[in-house]
């Protein structure tokens, strides 16, 4: 019952967390409840039959509440709003933003170890977070790091499948193909095909979704090297842990850029499981499609100028301000500008959610990085003038619940400043990132037995005569 008592400090730790000194207590006291066993795998053995027990406890005694109406609008609208999914690792509240395991944002910049004191938090110790509900201590993120460097190797015929294409394909195809061809030593297909009991299907999936999001950072920077540096690899330093060799392997070795790189690959982690790609990786993995085969899946969602390419897209839009309006523009001009892309029949790029109606945390905490590192960037402060800029224009318009920046707004102009400016290139960061989150909940599917996911879909007509005999 460890997991429990662990949730319930959480619970506990969130209603306290506005006083530091209490904050400091509470993360002694998370450690202090964390196992000493560094090994991860050995954690979730401990985990999985107790979360097995629930679930099978929860749907006989409550499997037949509601919980909600579904409405046309609803069904018309993209499944906007309906509650249809479980997912374990993270929950986006409307107003609140992301919790990982119940943490915000804040909360998990404060608690979980670092690279160095006061720094940005380690992918490795969100990703024990998310599998476990616990917060690690910096021996367990270390030997997780650790784990994932012996399992970063990516055999030849990867990158060859990728030169196959022309350099000149999108970075998002590119790194998408190499996705896929690393489906070619998928642990899980093997015990499938050899019978294995269904029981068991979460640990092969456990071992595909650890490899993978080891070896994902060696095919993106491949890519980014390929494309943009004449296809001059620079190797993993397993010295480094999982967002600073990133950074290192894409060619940008300033503590600066690794720091945001931990910070980057932390926040676009997860965001539940109803967006494009995490509900992708979900519903095709549901058909006992391995992990190598969903995550493709999803990349080939993030890609879309809807979700992931969005980040590319904002940056684009920055430029080509400064491009007609020069660097010191005043905040009328910019408001010009802004009216001028809406009454073209354009989208300011990086602001609303289709969740959120407040300002997106994941913004908050990269402004707060660029306070810290980069205050006087002439496009940080664009940014920071289109955040009072932009957001009264859009409700002035009438037609957007939330007019306030997201993660989008921002993570392009970090990335430029500190030299990675190729903006067409940056959905393929967001899909490192989405690793860790799509395929810690994939372990959960596979280890809580999740059915194949089957909506029921009408037709129109079906809509307006029930919607006559509802009249």
Not at 229 to 252: C, E, Q, R, T
Request: aromatic fraction near 8%; proline fraction near 6%.
């Amino acid at each position: 019952m460890a997991f429990f008592r662990s949730l319930t400090a959480l619970s506990k730790l969130r209603s306290r967390v506005g006083q530091q000194s209490n904050l400091r207590n509470s993360v002694r006291w998370l450690q202090m409840q964390s196992s000493s066993d560094l090994d991860l795998q050995s954690h979730l053995r401990e985990l999985i039959p107790e979360q097995q027990d629930r679930l099978k406890k929860f749907k006989a005694e409550h499997g037949k509440v509601q919980l909600g109406n579904i409405t046309v609008d609803m069904v018309l609208g993209g499944m906007r709003g309906m509650t249809g999914l479980l997912w374990e690792t993270s929950l986006l509240d409307p107003d609140e933003g992301i919790r990982f395991r119940g943490l915000s944002i804040p909360e998990c910049q404060k608690l979980l170890p670092a690279a160095k004191p006061d720094g940005e938090p380690l992918p490795e110790g969100l990703l024990w977070l998310l599998l476990t509900g616990k917060v690690p201590n910096k021996e367990q993120v270390d030997a997780l790091s650790k784990e994932l460097q012996s399992r970063a190797i990516v055999p030849d015929y990867v990158y060859k499948a990728i030169d196959v294409l022309p350099v000149t394909s999108h970075p998002m195809t590119q790194f998408a193909t190499g996705v896929m061809g690393l489906q070619v030593q998928s642990e899980f297909q093997k015990a499938y095909e050899k019978g294995i009991h269904k029981s068991k299907y979460w640990e092969p999936t456990y071992e595909d979704s650890l490899n993978l999001i080891a070896r994902v950072p060696l095919v993106a920077s491949y890519v980014y090297r390929r494309i943009y540096k004449d296809g001059h690899i620079i190797p993993k330093d397993d010295s480094l842990d999982y967002g600073g060799n990133f950074s290192h392997m894409l060619g940008f070795d300033s503590p600066q850029m690794q720091e945001l790189m931990r910070l980057y690959v932390t926040i676009h982690s997860d965001h539940e499981g109803g967006n494009v790609s995490a509900h992708t990786g979900h519903l095709v993995a549901s058909a006992l499609s391995d992990p190598y085969l969903s995550f493709a899946a999803a990349l080939n969602g993030l890609a879309g100028p809807l979700h992931g390419l969005a980040n590319q897209e904002v940056l684009l839009w920055i430029k080509s301000v400064v491009d007609e309006c020069g660097e010191n523009i005043t905040k009328e001009q910019l408001k010009d500008y802004v009216w001028k892309t809406l009454n073209s029949g354009k989208v300011v790029p990086g602001f609303g959610h289709g969740v959120l109606r407040k300002t997106d945390p994941r913004y908050t905490c990269q402004r707060e990085f660029a306070l810290k590192h980069l205050p006087d960037d002439p496009l940080f402060q664009l940014v920071s003038n289109l955040y009072e800029v932009v957001p009264p224009i859009l409700t002035e318009l009438g037609k957007v619940k939330n007019p306030w920046p997201n993660v989008d707004a921002h993570s392009g102009v970090l990335l430029n400043y500190f030299g990675l400016t190729e903006a067409r290139y940056f959905t393929v960061l967001f899909g490192v990132s989405r690793s860790l989150g799509i395929c810690s909940q994939l372990i959960w599917d596979r280890a809580l037995g999740l059915p194949l996911e089957r909506p029921k879909s009408v037709t129109l007509k079906w809509l307006e005569d029930y919607c006559k005999k509802a009249a």
